[in-house]
């Protein structure tokens, strides 16, 4: 499993796709933390659901960065559709984990933030929506949702939804991140959230495996 990981990160990596979302997702941190961005847990809320869009393209052009055949000797030589699927699916988090990083220690150094708790939370929920972003990523790709078009319609619009709609576990983690920041308050949101990622992977593999 590590090792067809490594191979479709890799691939991932020649194919160039990812600099677009990681650059974006920078500007996107630098232009956040270009001045006072305001409580600690208030900025990782919003650059944690930055991370689900970058988090999805991320996964979507990963798991497209190989054309029908190559990944057709990927699979014979893995052994597995759902191996393939899933060791490509890793390599997305471990990338998202970066980016997770990244963004916590950007807003560590720019707002001097040094409470551990405080660290400690923003990571997890930059681990969580990202986490959220790859199963909506997954949703819209191979071999789901194959047309490029589509699935940016996709990706944007699920991601509209997420902080649109009121009652999204999405949308009330955030609330309660800003209003509360209380593990008490995050419980319910953020289980609502995590059920909602494993299902988007869940459904993805079960696709790959038919």
Excluded: K, N
Excluded at 30 to 38: K, N, S, T
Aim: aromatic residues 6%; hydrophobic residues 60%; proline residues 6%.
């Amino acid at each position: 499993m590590t090792a067809v990981a490594r191979y479709e990160l890799r691939s991932l990596l020649l194919t160039q796709r990812w600099v677009a979302p990681f650059l974006i997702y920078a500007a996107f941190l630098a232009i956040l933390y270009a001045g006072p961005a305001g409580p600690g847990m208030t900025a990782f809320a919003i650059t944690a659901f930055g991370l689900i869009p970058i988090g999805a393209f991320v996964t979507r052009a990963l798991l497209h960065s190989e054309d029908d055949i190559a990944r057709q000797v990927t699979v014979a030589a893995a052994g597995s559709p759902v191996r393939v699927q899933s060791a490509a699916l890793l390599a997305c988090a471990g990338l998202t984990a970066v980016l997770a990083v990244v963004a916590v220690a950007w807003g560590v150094v720019a707002d001097s933030v040094h409470q551990l708790p405080l660290i400690a939370g923003g990571l997890a929920i930059h681990l969580l929506f990202g986490l959220f972003g790859i199963a909506l990523g997954a949703a819209f790709s191979r071999p789901l949702v194959t047309p490029v078009g589509p699935a940016v319609l996709g990706i944007v619009a699920g991601t509209t939804l997420a902080l649109g709609i009121p009652v999204s576990p999405v949308a009330w983690t955030i609330r309660d991140l800003i209003h509360h920041s209380a593990a008490g308050h995050l419980a319910g949101p953020s289980a609502a959230v995590l059920v909602l990622a494993v299902a988007g992977i869940g459904a993805s593999v079960l696709a790959a495996s038919r």
